[in-house]
Every structure is written in C-alpha cells, then in structure tokens.
T-cell receptor
Framework: KQEVTQIPAALSVPEGENLVLNCSFTDSAIYNLQWFRQDPGKGLTSLLLIQSSQREQTSGRLNASLDKSSGRSTLYIAASQPGDSATYLCAVVRNAGNMLTFGGGTRLMVKP | EADIYQTPRYLVIGTGKKITLECSQTMGHDKMYWYQQDPGMELHLIHYSYGVNSTEKGDLSSESTVSRIRTEHFPLTLESARPSHTSQYLC?????????????FGPGTRLLVL
C-alpha cells in the first residue's frame, strides 16, 4: 500500500527566505507526482506535475524535483512571500486512472 | 483556470436528513473523483468514475453513494446524515490520458451534521 509522508508538518520562516519542503513515498511504481497548495477553507490548486520519467519541473519561483528510485520529491520555493502562506500537499498518482494518494501536508507561514 | 464547481459550499443539517452534494465540471473530463478531508487530516479518495455509468469505491470506506449519468456531473448522496459524516468533501476531475493528467479540484463542501 502506497504511503506518502511530508516533512516538516509545519514551517514558519521570515519573508525572503528560500525553503525546501520534502515528500517521500514508499512505492516507487508511480505514474507522476503532483504538488498542490491549499488555502484555509478552500479547495486545492495544482502547482506542479512531474511525470515519472522527469527529474524536475519549474514554475516561477517554484521548483519541484523527483527521485523515483529513492521515493523522494522536494518542492523548492525561492524568495518566499507572505502570500505563499498555505498548506502544501504532495500526492502521487498510482495508476492509469489518475488516482491520488496524498501526504499529510506542510503548513507554511511566511512572516512579513 | 479549472472550471469545476461544487454546491453548496457550506451545509449544516440535522441527523437523519438526506443530502446531495453537487459537483460539475465544464472541461469535458472523463475521470472524476470525490475526496474526504477531516479537519487537519489527509485527503482520502472515497469514490471515482472513469466515465458515464462508471462508478467505483475508493480507498476510504464511505456510506455515501455517487452517480454519473452525464459526463459533467458527479453528485454525492448521503441517504441519512450522521455526525460522523461531518467533514470537507472535495470533488476533482482529470484529463483522460493514461496516468499523466493533472487533477483539478473544486472549492469543496464543508458539511456539519448536528
């Protein structure tokens, strides 16, 4: 059974810092990995999708890497801003039906 | 921007009532999903559909049922609500190609059963 773990569970940083969020998964047989952002009381916004054959994806200040063989992914956020404060969720797609298994998330607070 | 809608956004209801949570998407996606998220907890898949007249149960056992009569519509029904059903319910859809599609989420329905 696939299990997804995210560390740290919570993180508080001053504005402007570069930071790294970690995600690990137990079964390397994945189709892809997605990083999402969830704001309080709202749905999920897709940030980045990395196919299993890819090593990384970039979007603006965000960079996600994937090491499938070791079961790890990292989300790098450059020059953090207060607007980045949210919960960041990692999820792996475990079959052709695009079914997701989620980690518990990292709650990020960026202080002005 | 994803065009996936959920109604109601918030619902407070008494025990024993029948409720239907609506989910609609205008992107023509074949695959749709329902996830349940308790406060501060992980999301768990409770139902999914690969197309019209296709529905399956997900990882987390749920007393709810779903239907898929039209591609764009994937409602979830609780025949008799109980306090244990209090949670946030999130609907999602994805593009059809094998294992590669991004999932798009609706804003969620927060359900409180008294």
């Amino acid at each position: 059974k696939q299990e997804v773990t995210q560390i740290p569970a919570a993180l508080s940083v001053p504005e402007g810092e570069n930071l790294v969020l970690n995600c690990s998964f137990t079964d390397s047989a994945i189709y892809n990995l997605q990083w999402f952002r969830q704001d309080p009381g709202k749905g999920l916004t897709s940030l980045l999708l990395i196919q299993s054959s890819q090593r990384e994806q970039t979007s603006g200040r965000l960079n996600a890497s994937l090491d499938k063989s070791s079961g790890r992914s990292t989300l790098y956020i450059a020059a953090s801003q207060p607007g980045d404060s949210a919960t960041y969720l990692c999820a792996v797609v475990r079959n052709a039906g695009n079914m997701l298994t989620f980690g518990g998330g990292t709650r990020l607070m960026v202080k002005p | 921007e994803a065009d996936i809608y959920q109604t109601p956004r918030y619902l407070v209801i008494g025990t024993g009532k029948k409720i239907t949570l609506e989910c609609s998407q205008t992107m023509g996606h074949d695959k749709m999903y329902w996830y349940q998220q308790d406060p501060g907890m992980e999301l768990h898949l409770i139902h999914y559909s690969y197309g019209v007249n296709s529905t399956e149960k997900g990882d987390l056992s749920s007393e709810s049922t779903v239907s898929r009569i039209r591609t764009e519509h994937f409602p979830l029904t609780l025949e008799s609500a109980r306090p244990s059903h209090t949670s946030q319910y999130l609907c999602a859809s994805s593009e059809g190609f094998e294992g590669a599609g991004t999932q798009y989420f609706g804003p969620g329905t927060r359900l409180l059963v008294l």
